[in-house]
């Protein structure tokens, strides 16, 4: 049981470490390039009339991400994550979402929130998740 909870632990400690550093890096990189931003806007604007152009643009930017993220969480059964590949979408997506809400739609005046609380809830929610079927 100790050794289970110490595991579990230095688990906790490196999805903290790991996961935690590239999503903030990836986040204020991004949210702090205009023209990165201006992109996303226009890809959003022109996705209707150029659907080749969001899925270029989800192949390239957001799928990597998943992959990457679904890998590392493979690799740790200890963390007991029933399905990586809907955990890492759910992250990734949430930080998509974050970046969409706070610049792209210009909205951090309405919903603001600091980008540190986002990615530390998102790994507090994988880390404490349980392995309930539902």
């Known amino acids: 049981m100790m050794r289970h909870r110490a595991e579990k632990s230095e688990a906790d400690t490196s999805l903290r470490v790991s996961v935690g550093s590239s ?3 990836l986040v204020k990189e991004n949210i702090n390039d205009h023209e990165y931003l201006c992109f996303v806007r226009l890809i959003v604007a022109e996705s209707g009339k150029r659907p080749d152009l969001a899925q270029l643009f989800l192949k390239k930017l957001c799928q990597p991400a998943v992959i990457i993220l679904t890998e590392y969480l493979q690799e740790h059964p200890e963390l007991n994550i029933i399905d990586c590949d809907a955990t890492a979408r759910i992250f ?8 969409m809400v706070q610049e792209v739609l210009s909205r951090k005046e309405v919903m603001p ?3 540190d609380r986002i990615i530390n809830g998102l790994i507090r929610l994988i880390i404490n998740q349980k392995s309930h079927k539902l």
């Open 92 to 99: 990734v997506g949430s930080l998509i979402h974050f970046m």
């Open 113 to 115: 929130i600091e980008e």
């Open 23 to 25: 999503p903030k890096r």
